[in-house]
């Protein structure tokens, strides 16, 4: 089922390559151009101010299509671990602070983590992506992925916080899956396929 096809190029409003690089794959079998905001020149991070990750990827696709008048689309993920009442939330990407690397951020939560039993640390992701259409609609779809926090790094693959990401019911971290398994069940699979659903029956209408 195709993508709406009234333009060439879809805009994906984030700087993370490994994001892009995933989402890419994603769309692989649409006839569309897709680039990241990087590729894009005068493209500025929007500030991410808002409450929830749904607000959040608004933000980000209504600055893409404000800057190139593509389709535009944008997601935002939070990390939600029981035992710390929700957080690091949509705060995830920066939970060791400004400019963290994902070696930080994992470190930061194993630390905070520590002395907490297996069964205590049950955790999700959850992620928005949102589409802003060339006719001024805004389409949004949400993912969930359930697992828990692991009490060490395990895997080589991924990014982020997928090495101590282990799934419900796969005894494995999102970074001892290859790719195609990675996104199959991930979070952010599961919120684009929905979007990508909503965009073919935009294109429909």
């Known amino acids: 089922m195709p993508v709406p096809t009234d333009r060439q190029r879809i805009t994906l409003a984030t700087f993370n390559r490994d994001k892009v690089r995933e989402l890419r794959e994603l769309?692989?079998?649409?006839?569309?151009?897709?680039?990241?905001?990087?590729?894009?020149p005068g493209?500025?991070?929007?500030?991410?101010a808002g409450r929830t990750v749904r607000e959040n990827a608004l933000e980000k696709a209504r600055a893409a299509f404000d800057l190139t008048g593509d389709t535009s689309?944008?997601?935002?993920?939070?990390?939600?671990?029981?035992?710390?009442?929700?957080?690091?939330g949509i705060y995830a990407a920066r939970f060791a602070g400004p400019g963290a690397s994902y070696s930080d951020n994992v470190r930061r939560l194993l630390d905070v983590m520590e002395g907490h039993a297996p069964q205590h640390r049950q955790a999700r992701f959850r992620t928005a992506?949102?589409?802003?259409?060339k006719d001024g609609r805004e389409l949004i779809a949400e993912g969930v992925l359930e697992g828990r926090i692991t009490q060490a790094p395990r895997g080589s693959n991924g990014f982020g916080y997928d090495a101590i990401f282990e799934v419900a019911g796969q005894g494995r971290t999102l970074a001892e899956m290859d790719g195609a398994e990675k996104n199959a069940i991930?979070?952010?699979a599961k919120a684009m396929r929905e979007l990508i659903r909503m965009m073919d029956l935009a294109a429909k209408e």
């Open 27 to 40: 769309l692989a079998r649409f006839p569309v151009e897709v680039v990241g905001f990087y590729e894009i």
């Open 73 to 88: 689309i944008a997601d935002d993920t939070a990390l939600e671990v029981d035992a710390l009442g929700g957080k690091p």
């Open 43 to 48: 493209a500025r991070a929007a500030p991410e």
């Open 186 to 188: 991930s979070h952010r």
């Open 129 to 133: 992506c949102v589409a802003c259409m």
